[in-house]
């Protein structure tokens, strides 16, 4: 089955810094690749999504990159502000049997 | 608009104790999902319904059973609680094809 890795498992930057968070994929079948934020005692909310045939999605100050060749993707958070702390995840689909979610990346906003 | 709620928010179990955990989403969505969130774990997936009347196993299945009641009501039930399953359990929705999912606020089970 599909296996997905993300990193770091914790990231800390200054506020108004520039965040990355990446994650590999093991199923080339796969085609869909969405970003969770999960707030403190919340279930995780989607942020940002990109499919297959795009390479790169973006969204006021958030951007998701895509290397199918390579078989990894991104998340990218400009201008960080105290709001974004949060944890993280990716996950990877290949159709309708759910996705497979990595470990979560916990970010934190130093002020 | 209420989306994915579920019952209970909080449960204390003894190991061998059996209950139910509820989930009912007001989308018309056709696919549900069971997670479990552990520390450093993720979200790993337990059972989902593809549609009313379909049930399928996911990555983690072993000490749980599903009931999809009807379109809207996807149960999990621990018949005999152990304390590997203390655990943050999550249901899902999907409107099919569409593959973004929308979680409830979650349930916070522990085994003693």
């Known amino acids: 089955g599909e296996n997905v890795e993300q990193h770091p498992s914790t990231l800390s930057v200054q506020e108004g810094d520039s965040a990355v968070i990446k994650c590999t994929y093991s199923?080339?079948?796969?085609?869909?690749f969405p970003w969770y934020k999960q707030e403190l005692g919340k279930g995780p909310q989607l942020i940002i999504d990109i499919r297959s045939n795009v390479g790169e999605k973006k969204d006021q100050r958030i951007a998701v990159t895509l290397n199918k060749t390579a078989k990894h993707f991104s998340l990218h958070i400009t201008e960080t502000q105290p709001e974004d702390s949060a944890v993280y995840f990716c996950a990877a689909s290949k159709g309708a049997d759910g996705l497979t979610f990595g470990k979560g990346t916990h970010l934190i906003i130093q002020p | 608009n209420a989306g994915v709620t579920q019952t209970p928010k909080f449960q204390v179990l003894k190991t061998g104790q059996s209950m139910t955990l509820q989930c009912a989403q007001d989308m018309n969505h056709n696919s549900m999902y069971w997670y479990r969130q552990d520390p450093g774990m993720g979200l790993r997936l337990i059972y989902y319904s593809a549609s009313e009347g379909t049930t399928d196993k996911g990555e983690v299945p072993n000490g749980y059973n599903v009931s999809r009641l009807n379109k809207r009501e996807f149960s999990l039930r621990l018949e005999s609680a152990a304390p590997s399953q203390t655990s943050v359990y999550f249901c899902a929705s999907e409107n099919s094809g569409a593959n973004v999912l929308t979680f409830g606020a979650g349930s916070r089970l522990t085994v003693l």
């Open positions: 199923d080339s079948a796969s085609n869909y």
